[in-house]
């Protein structure tokens, strides 16, 4: 009997502390209509700027945003397909910003806090299953670290935000950075991705402007790779007025190394311009004609 009584008070506790914590956080989350047959969540990030995700978003000229009562407009001040973020401005009204968690911990016991298409508030719960460090998703973007939830999203809980014990949100919840899984892109990216669509409409990214393949190495020009290296790059296109234009790359050329890096793929390339930044000179070896070539280009942004 009394291992019953201290069960029901621990279930009584923790049910408690579960629904005071959504309460305290459901003035900072939204329902955004954007412009598709369902909603997705968003969360109020700086007073009159809302964070939500991207792929919930099929249209720029009629977006809304429910908080309580009606959903009143909302303009897009800019996307951001690598992250699946998007940024919206409204009036404040009656909602207010989230407050931000600097870390996470796995095992960690978290909320998915979204609002559904009817504006009330919908929960999921579950641990933090999985953090690593940082990573580039498959469109491109760079997210600070991997933040993988056990949590079940419900329809509209897309862009949903993750709550902490403390009712700190950790992040924002995405269904489409992963196949069949839930990621949370963390606070540090948002923050990042908000302040360059604030300042600039997009966030910046170097590019070369040159489309690639890997090809099986010319036996003529084997010794210029490696041992044991079995694949070059080659140039296949090269965009007009773009930096590698600019910086004398070919069409036919062989990549060689960017930065100084050995590269024999596109994901070699990608990896090396992600720690770069748009201005920075950055050293390419190519083969051209069977004679290798340094070329320096100047990383612009893609805009």
Avoid at 118 to 125: E, F, M, N, Q, Y
Wanted: charged content about 20%.
């Amino acid at each position: 009997m009394e291992t019953a009584v201290q069960s029901a008070g621990v279930w009584s506790g923790l049910s408690k502390s579960i629904a005071e914590t959504i309460e305290a956080v459901q003035d900072s989350i939204v329902t955004v209509h954007g412009g598709g047959r369902s909603t997705s969540s968003g969360v109020v990030w700086r007073p009159g700027v809302v964070v939500t995700v991207r792929h919930g978003l099929r249209r720029s000229d009629s977006l809304q945003v429910g908080h309580r009562g009606e959903p009143t407009p909302a303009t897009l001040a800019g996307a951001d397909a690598g992250t699946d973020l998007a940024v919206l401005r409204i009036d404040p009204g009656a909602t207010k910003p989230a407050t931000s968690a600097p870390s996470a911990r796995v095992g960690e016991f978290v909320l998915a806090v979204g609002r559904s298409s009817l504006g009330d508030i919908s929960a999921s719960a579950g641990i933090v299953a999985r953090l690593g460090t940082s990573w580039r998703t498959w469109r491109g973007g760079q997210v600070d670290r991997l933040i993988r939830p056990d949590v079940q999203l419900y329809v509209g809980q897309s862009g949903s935000a993750l709550v902490n014990e403390q009712r700190q949100v950790l992040g924002i919840n995405s269904s489409a950075l992963a196949r069949n899984a839930v990621i949370t892109v963390p606070a540090a990216t948002i923050d990042r991705v908000v302040d360059a669509i604030l300042e600039r409409g997009h966030v910046p990214r170097p590019f070369l402007g040159t489309a690639m393949q890997a090809v099986p190495v010319p036996e003529p020009q084997r010794a210029h790779f490696g041992e044991g290296v079995d694949e070059a790059l080659l140039v296949l296109h090269v965009e007009p007025n773009a930096p590698a234009a600019s910086a004398g790359i070919l069409v036919g050329d062989l990549m060689l190394s960017v930065d100084g890096h050995p590269v024999h793929n596109v994901h070699d390339v990608q990896h090396r311009l992600s720690s770069l930044k748009v201005g920075d000179p950055v050293a390419i070896a190519v083969v051209r004609g069977g004679v290798k070539m340094d070329l320096t280009v100047i990383l612009a942004d893609r805009g």
